[in-house]
Nanobody, 121 residues
Framework: QVQLVESGGGLVQPGGSLRLSCAAT????????MGWFRQAPGKERELVAT???????NYGDAVKGRFTISRDAIRNMMYLQMNSLKPEDTAVYYC???????????????WGQGTLVTVSP
């Protein structure tokens, strides 16, 4: 019941910056955490960053110190500020949201469509 729409991907030179956005609609009041994942061709999907409803953040080792995840709870928006981009950051980036469905703690994860980030000279 959560729909996620991403924007902001594109082509950027090494050392440059991009800001990805993810808009959540639908049953947003049940969301307990949101995150960004990425997947490069031939590789497994990789954690980039997550943020909980309480504001706690976690980052994958490859992006620590360079990427920042944030959210606007009022607007149901999530952002990923990507700085000092490297060619190895090239991937399809996916927005996700985790819902707590009931008092027993059942969860559901929804994913956006993905947006391509290409870091190249």
């Amino acid at each position: 019941q959560v729909q996620l729409v991403e924007s902001g991907g594109g082509l950027v030179q090494p050392g440059g910056s991009l800001r990805l956005s993810c808009a959540a609609t639908g049953r947003t009041f049940t969301i307990t955490s949101m995150g960004w994942f990425r997947q490069a061709p031939g590789k497994e999907r990789e954690l980039v960053a997550t943020i909980t409803s309480g504001g706690s953040t976690n980052y994958g080792d490859a992006v620590k110190g360079r990427f920042t995840i944030s959210r606007d709870a009022i607007r149901n928006m999530m952002y990923l500020q990507m700085n000092s981009l490297k060619p190895e950051d090239t991937a399809v980036y996916y927005c996700n949201a985790v819902q707590t469905l009931n008092v027993e703690g059942a969860r559901k994860t929804d994913w956006g469509q993905g947006t391509l980030v290409t870091v190249s000279p």
